[in-house]
């Protein structure tokens, strides 16, 4: 009987970007290339999301700036959603805008209530280069949007205003992990 991988069980941990670091901060470049070296990647990411037992993680947070990101998130039915997208593109947002606590694991033990849309569709492909659709609602959708701002180079704390914005920032300041 042959068992499925468990994604990010071949993979290794990788060194987390911090807020700060130049590549969390730039637009990632397109894939291009669909072979071994992408799949390594995509398992990397996998296990340092486990390790840092996040829900989400885009390329660029452990150092490379490929658009590309892994998520294993429930959704607000507690359905648990599992997987990756190759050269996303944000297609679809709407619903209700919600307030909600948002971390990143670049910015470790710090949240803020962010502004985000209750159902996200993200398209892309695999690391195989097949086409590939993600609809999210709730807290999936969050996690959609989010990723797909790591690949546009911004982090959550970019779509604060006023004392949210300067309250995350002062924290981060004062971060042992501060870069």
């Given at each position: 009987?042959?068992?499925r991988s468990i994604p990010g069980a071949h993979g290794r941990v990788r060194p987390l970007t911090l807020l700060g670091q130049p590549v969390l901060h730039g637009e990632c470049k397109e894939v291009t290339g669909f072979g071994p070296e992408l799949s390594r990647l995509v398992e990397d990411l996998f296990a340092t999301m486990y390790a840092a037992r996040g829900?989400?993680?885009?390329?660029?947070?452990?150092?490379?700036?490929s658009r590309v990101f892994v998520y294993d998130c429930p959704d607000d039915e507690d359905v648990r959603h599992l997987g990756h997208v190759v050269n996303p593109?944000?297609?679809e947002t709407g619903g209700v805008v919600l307030r909600g606590p948002e971390g990143c694991l670049s910015?470790?033990?710090?949240?803020?209530?962010?502004?985000?849309?209750d159902h996200a569709v993200v398209e892309g492909c695999t690391v195989t280069g097949e086409p590939?659709?993600?609809?999210?609602?709730?807290?999936?959708?969050?996690?959609?949007q989010h990723e797909c701002d790591h690949i546009?180079?911004?982090v959550y704390t970019d779509r604060l205003t006023g004392w949210r914005r300067r309250r995350v920032l002062r924290?981060?300041?004062r971060a042992p992990w501060r870069w």
């Open positions: 009987m042959r068992h829900v989400g993680l885009a390329a660029n947070q452990i150092g490379e700036p593109r944000l297609v910015l470790p033990g710090l949240e803020a209530g962010t502004e985000r849309y590939v659709t993600v609809h999210g609602t709730g807290f999936f959708a969050r996690c959609l546009e180079g911004r924290q981060a300041a």
